[in-house]
Nanobody
Framework: QVQLVESGGGLVQAGGSLRLSCAASGMIFRFNYMGWYRQAPGKQRESVATITSAGRTGYANSVKGRFTISRDNAKNTVYLQMNSLKPEDTAVYYC?????????WGQGTQVTVSS
């Protein structure tokens, strides 16, 4: 079993920065990719950023150039550095680990960006 625990969310003004962390534990010796998703009220959950086991990254167009995903293998932790935040980035952010065919999710952390 895999456990994912997010932290680092909060309230920030537009233009500010936050760094989210996702600590993974359990049977994480192999995975396809890890990533961050977000869900705003009344909207579907969407992919924000992903990083493969080989370190390849991918981003949603809406966050390219502002967000950076990274991984610390020694700490089994994935980070999401969010800069130049906008009110439309407000959402619950979820950490995800995908190991075919199973997907694991964290409990989510709220990010609120005020204008």
């Amino acid at each position: 079993q895999v456990q994912l625990v997010e932290s680092g969310g909060g309230l920030v003004q537009a233009g500010g920065s936050l760094r989210l962390s996702c600590a993974a534990s359990g049977m994480i010796f192999r995975f396809n990719y890890m990533g961050w998703y977000r869900q705003a009220p009344g909207k579907q959950r969407e992919s924000v950023a992903t990083i493969t086991s080989a370190g390849r990254t991918g981003y949603a167009n809406s966050v390219k150039g502002r967000f950076t995903i990274s991984r610390d293998n020694a700490k089994n932790t994935v980070y999401l550095q969010m800069n130049s935040l906008k009110p439309e980035d407000t959402a619950v952010y979820y950490c995800n680990l995908y190991r075919d065919p199973q997907a694991y999710w964290g409990q989510g952390t709220q990010v609120t960006v005020s204008s």
